[in-house]
T-cell receptor
Framework: DGGITQSPKYLFRKEGQNVTLSCEQNLNHDAMYWYRQDPGQGLRLIYYSQIVNDFQKGDIAEGYSVSREKKESFPLTVTSAQKNPTAFYLC???????????FGSGTQLSVL | GESVGLHLPTLSVQEGDNSIINCAYSNSASDYFIWYKQESGKGPQFIIDIRSNMDKRQGQRVTVLLNKTVKHLSLQIAATQPGDSAVYFCAETYNQFYFGTGTSLTVIP
């Protein structure tokens, strides 16, 4: 965790609702990532940002959106277009290319 | 996409024994490998890493071995303790990270 704060820890989404997951970091890392974790599967990349005001789609970006207006913040919105949003969402940062990822404590999103 | 797999989904060891967790990777161009530990409901924690120019790296009670010939990575935990019980997964990277599905380690007191 240390330096990466994800909130809320638990989140419930109603049908047709957009919800936003927060990720804030004080590590001064340029790169930030969002991963989705499902039981029995490896982490899958949703979106990533290597610099402020720039972000790229990952392998499973459909139904998600992000913004990177500040270096410290990389919020993820799960839109109503994401039909199977129930998962554990992890935010990560990286200091330099080819260095390790640091992860936040995660947000568990469930559908009501 | 990349294929990063683990040989066993679960592993049980007696407290005090050594644990070995294995991982196979598919991209021979991958040049950096990491082991993470994840406890239930928490984010992954970094354990140890190794670059492709090395075969072995040791940390505190942990050792990572890299066999590039057969594209195999292993994590050895010495004198396993109950606090080591968690899911362990490997990651490889060339341009992006690719993660294995994880091995659940249970330490029996």
């Amino acid at each position: 965790d240390g330096g990466i704060t994800q909130s809320p820890k638990y989140l419930f989404r109603k049908e047709g609702q957009n919800v936003t997951l927060s990720c804030e970091q004080n590590l001064n890392h340029d790169a930030m990532y969002w991963y989705r974790q499902d039981p029995g599967q490896g982490l899958r990349l949703i979106y990533y940002s290597q610099i402020v005001n720039d972000f790229q789609k990952g392998d499973i970006a459909e139904g998600y959106s992000v913004s990177r207006e500040k270096k410290e913040s990389f919020p993820l919105t799960v839109t109503s277009a994401q039909k199977n949003p129930t998962a554990f969402y992890l935010c990560a940062t990286r200091d330099r290319p080819n260095e390790k990822l640091f992860f936040g404590s995660g947000t568990q999103l469930s559908v009501l | 996409g990349e294929s990063v797999g683990l040989h066993l989904p679960t592993l049980s060891v007696q407290e005090g024994d050594n644990s070995i967790i294995n991982c196979a990777y598919s991209n021979s161009a991958s040049d950096y490998f990491i082991w993470y530990k994840q406890e239930s409901g928490k984010g992954p924690q970094f354990i140890i890493d190794i670059r492709s120019n090395m075969d072995k790296r040791q940390g505190q009670r942990v050792t990572v071995l890299l066999n590039k010939t057969v594209k195999h990575l292993s994590l050895q935990i010495a004198a396993t303790q109950p606090g080591d019980s968690a899911v362990y997964f490997c990651a490889e990277t060339y341009n992006q990270f690719y993660f294995g599905t994880g091995t659940s380690l249970t330490v029996i007191p």
